[in-house]
């Protein structure tokens, strides 16, 4: 039960991290405003912070690492 649920945050922050990594390539992210429902509008902008926090720390990483290199 734990493995699974540990699993799903998995999936959920890597698909939240590649979507925060379209709107840094591309400039286009979710419209959040078209959802109706406040508290899952909330949710969703939440969701969506986390895998921009996520990937800059990720791309923070890469910068510093000695295994990658700008090409």
């Known amino acids: 039960m734990i493995g699974k649920l540990v699993h ?5 922050l890597a698909l939240s991290a590649i979507l925060a990594g379209v709107k ?3 400039g286009f992210s979710p419209a959040t405003n078209l959802i ?3 508290s899952i ?3 969703a902008d939440g969701y969506l ?4 926090t ?3 720390v990720v791309a923070g990483q890469a910068v510093s ?3 990658f ?3």
């Open 54 to 56: 996520l990937f800059n």
């Open 49 to 52: 912070s986390a895998g921009e």
């Open 8 to 12: 799903y945050t998995f999936d959920a």
């Open 24 to 26: 840094k390539s591309t």
């Open 65 to 67: 690492s000695q295994y």
């Open 41 to 43: 509008k909330s949710f």
């Open 36 to 38: 109706p429902d406040s």
């Open 69 to 71: 290199k700008r090409t």
